[in-house]
């Protein structure tokens, strides 16, 4: 009898601890089904469909979509995303590496500020931002007229609707993306390690690619998540910027599933998207346990 009751007791008290996390996870649990794991497999179900005769979709097997893929017009659509993203990410490495250097050895106070100063042009809306990129590049807008009175160029220069502004907007919209993420992972590097290097004779060009760079590593690959993702599949800032003659694969999607009504091969290319988005995270937690690996 004592030995059932010990052992009631116990159920009882594992009982008790695990409804708090049932509580905690129930909720995150529900949600990621819901609204994200359930939305997922619809798109690969739809992918695997026919199109219908008058649009949507046609509950009929094919992998028409995915060969379409291959077709040479979208398929230079998708090589012309995959460069633009990746142009648009090295630019914000290039540009947000050093900001986040300089933020990472101020004072926090100082370093809180300039956080805020990166944070702040996000706290008005997206299309504000992109007109304002459409009136300084206009033909007659203060960007042409400044060139033009620097004698720079003789005529002004068409900027709107080209592969370059969409470029800039791009740049632009996801640098502070690049930033944060590798703000807080130089944040974390321990100025011993730096000290101890030049200590041992190694120049600050040979320390940085040696100690500093490595070290920072995961959180430049965040970096690289939080801007190719989300540059490669974006068509709001290519809708503006390129006046829908600029069409990258984000474009594509949108109106697949909007004019044209083409609803498995906008949910093909969707599938792309998500399949390059598992392998970034694939390589992403493969490079985090090597480095947890070599810190042990």
Not at 25 to 50: K, R, Y
Not at 74 to 103: D, E, Q, W
Not at 192 to 213: H, N, Q, R, W, Y
């Amino acid at each position: 009898m004592k030995r059932e009751a010990a052992t009631t007791n116990g159920l009882r008290r594992k009982t008790h601890q695990r409804l708090p996390l049932l509580a905690q996870a129930g909720p995150v649990s529900l949600w990621m089904i819901l609204f994200v794991t359930l939305p997922l497999l619809f798109i690969i179900a739809i992918s695997l469909m026919s199109r219908g005769a008058f649009g949507g979709v046609d509950y009929r097997f094919s992998l028409k979509s995915y060969a379409t893929l291959f077709d040479m017009i979208y398929f230079k659509v998708i090589m012309k995303s995959l460069n633009i993203a990746v142009l648009t990410t090295v630019s914000c490495l290039i540009l947000g590496y050093p900001f986040a250097y300089y933020i990472a050895r101020k004072p926090a106070d100082t370093a809180s500020r300039l956080i805020m100063l990166i944070m702040i042009p996000f706290w008005t809306n997206s299309l504000m931002r992109l007109n304002a990129w459409m009136l300084m590049f206009q033909m007659n807008g203060p960007v042409n007229n400044l060139l033009i009175r620097l004698h720079v160029f003789s005529n002004p220069v068409k900027f709107i609707y080209t592969d370059w502004l969409v470029f800039l907007g791009l740049v632009t919209n996801f640098l502070p993306f690049a930033v944060l993420p590798m703000y807080s992972s130089i944040e974390k590097l321990q100025d011993s390690l730096l000290e101890a290097s030049a200590d041992l004779g190694a120049p600050p060009v040979k320390t940085f690619f040696k100690v500093t760079l490595p070290l920072t590593f995961p959180g430049i690959f965040s970096a690289i998540i939080l801007t190719f993702i989300p540059a490669l599949g974006t068509y709001t800032v290519t809708d503006m910027l390129g006046g829908g003659k600029v069409l990258y694969i984000g474009n594509i999607i949108k109106n697949q599933f909007g004019v044209i009504r083409n609803w498995p091969l906008g949910s093909a290319l969707s599938v792309l998207l998500l399949l390059i988005t598992a392998l970034l995270i694939f390589l992403y937690t493969r490079i985090a346990r090597v480095e947890d690996l070599e810190v042990l």
